[in-house]
């Protein structure tokens, strides 16, 4: 299809979901992975997985990257010149559903640490590393909360998007790409793992995650800057940033409305 070459790429948060459809996607493009997660059993198994059915060599790093010690590791493994890195995937993540006005911020503390300080961290040692070599590809994993205004999650998801543009704008000329992936609504373990049942979710808005990372990595190919999986979120998007932003807060208040509702049924 499109990248490829006897090439490397590291996922982050490979092992589920989003970022496991991210690396079967590039495994079948022929590239060997390193995939970084808290769980190592899964690790482990996904990587055995994953290198039996494509005949490719795969890594794992065990790393908690709300952990400033764990994201340096993987941030070495990133700068390492004898093997190394052409694709990353920022993807790690979950839902952050606590609200600003809560006593408790460590769920902020963790999910900014998690979904933007290691993002960022992450990004720049690959980008470094990138273009000494004159080409490289630095994928964000964002989201289409990231156009509305619901809580944290929705700050940390426009953030993304923001920090990746700049990155861009400072590769600029360098032969490496940096690309923020918004997917709407895809069907993993993000909602369970937050509590959420999605049942306020219609049907036809969820997305299956291979079609998101597919539609994705053939955006980065064409070197886009923002990847937007499917004609019906791009729809969304382009809806969310020419409506007034009085109107996109009363959408944002009716969605999260409708989840708050769900989540005491
Ligand atoms: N699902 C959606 O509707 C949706 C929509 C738009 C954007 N996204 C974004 O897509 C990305 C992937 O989410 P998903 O839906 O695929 O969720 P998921 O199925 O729950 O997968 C999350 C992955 O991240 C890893 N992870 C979580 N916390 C981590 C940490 N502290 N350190 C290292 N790894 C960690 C998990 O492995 P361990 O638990 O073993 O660490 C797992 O591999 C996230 O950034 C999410 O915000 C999701």
């Known amino acids: 299809m499109y990248l490829s070459g006897m090439l490397t790429a590291l996922v982050t948060g490979g092992t589920s979901g989003l970022g496991a459809a991210f690396a079967r996607s590039l495994a ?22 994953l290198a039996g059915e494509y005949s490719i060599h795969v890594e794992v790093i065990a790393a908690d990257l709300s952990d400033r010690e764990h994201v340096e590791r993987v941030a070495q493994r990133l700068a390492d010149t004898s093997a190394p890195v052409d694709l990353l995937v920022n993807n790690a ?10 006593e408790d911020f460590s769920p902020h503390d ?6 933007c300080r290691a993002v960022a961290l992450l990004s720049g040692a690959a980008g470094r590393s990138m273009m000494h070599r004159g080409t490289g590809w630095i994928v964000n994993i964002a ?19 923001s920090m ?8 600029h ?3 490496v790409q940096a690309t923020a992936v918004l997917p709407g609504w895809v069907r993993t373990e993000f909602h369970s793992r937050a509590g959420i049942a999605g049942s306020s979710i219609p049907n036809f808005m969820w997305l299956n995650a291979d079609s998101v990372a597919d539609e994705a990595l053939a955006d980065v190919a064409r070197g886009k800057v923002i990847s937007i999986p499917t004609i019906r979120y791009k ?31």
């Open 164 to 171: 990746t543009e700049s990155l861009a704008v400072e590769l």
């Open 28 to 49: 079948r493009e022929g590239f060997n992975l390193i995939l970084v997660a808290r769980n190592e059993d899964r690790l482990r198994e996904v990587a055995e997985d």
């Open 143 to 161: 989201s289409i909360a990231g156009c509305v205004t619901m809580g944290q999650y929705s700050s940390i998801k426009a953030y993304v998007t």
């Open 173 to 175: 000329g360098t032969g």
């Open 110 to 115: 963790v999910g900014t640490d998690v979904m």
């Open 93 to 102: 993540g979950f839902s952050v559903g606590t609200p600003f006005l809560s």
């Open 235 to 265: 729809t969304v998007f382009t809806a969310l940033h020419h409506l007034p932003r009085p109107t996109v807060r009363w959408i944002s208040r009716q969605v999260s409305g409708a989840r708050k509702r769900e989540k005491k049924a």
